[in-house]
């Protein structure tokens, strides 16, 4: 399955949200989410593109892996493996006992919508500020940015932001 | 938590169930077993004496480090860590997208008994042939080294196999 997404900067989170009602979206789900980025023992993920997560919320945690983007229009894709895992902190010390090092944090308040067959994730990330991500699942890259373009226009985004939040938290950190 | 183990080659599976049975040992599984092991991207497992487990079973999976043994006397101890997991395939897919290989597969039909503290693996080794298990999880490895005692002498089991089912295994092949 290749995820298809686009993020773009917020014209204000409470404004969107209240776009997404009025468009017929459903609300699936508030959460506080920490996401754990770790390093690969031997391989430098920021030249092969690739990132491995551990994202904990309030009622599950997950490890996934990221490979490297495939350039599409305004949008990226990339192959995702998810893993659901009951217990974060043993999965956290296997991937630290594997040598994997712990890397950057990042910390959001996200809400989900479904839009049709999108996903919209309406974040406050710690940090960085207010941001929106429309994401679809597919297995036709084409077909998902074309109706990525078009809730791109219904919600009014305009500033692409093509940076992943940890790309973001790491330059911020570098100018720091 | 530290599993203390040893392993025995079986006088015979049947007689050993029959001793079990005689002790007020309780049966708490029959399954087989498929462990697949991984080797890392950049680390030699057999010189590091660590693996990286994934094992399939009938109603679950589970991921395991295993790190280095430290040596007791007719026994083992080592740290594990075990996740479980919902779905293997996944995990085995994110592990080889990190750049881990599958290795080996080691296949047993394995009967599981609860005698007292003890967990006793009565084993039938695809290609290695029938072998008893005796483990403790334990944080005192001194202690457990006295039960595991106790418990061979009352099974009667006399040839001690220090070799992990995989370390047989990679023998067998090298010198096939």
């Given at each position: 399955m290749i995820e298809v997404e686009s993020k773009f900067r917020s014209p204000g989170n409470d404004k969107i949200e209240k776009a997404l009602v009025r468009l017929g979206a459903k609300k699936t789900a508030t959460q506080v989410m920490e996401d754990v980025y770790f390093a690969h023992p031997s391989r430098d993920f920021s030249r092969t593109d690739e990132a491995l997560r551990l994202r904990k919320h309030e009622d599950a945690a997950e490890l996934t892996y990221k490979g490297p983007r495939m350039k599409a229009e305004n949008s990226k894709a990339r192959e995702e493996v998810t893993l659901r895992i009951d217990n974060p902190l043993t999965a956290q010390r296997i991937v630290e006992r594997l040598g994997f090092k712990e890397s950057y944090i990042v910390k959001k308040k996200r809400s989900s919508y479904i839009l049709d067959k999108l996903r919209v994730d309406v974040d406050d990330v710690e940090g960085l500020g207010e941001y929106v991500e429309l994401e679809i699942l597919t297995e036709s890259p084409e077909r998902a940015t074309s109706l990525l373009e078009l809730a791109r226009k219904e919600l009014d985004?305009?500033?692409?932001?093509?940076?992943?939040y940890l790309e973001m938290i790491i330059e911020k950190q570098s100018s720091a």
């Open positions: 985004l305009n500033k692409l932001e093509p940076r992943t």
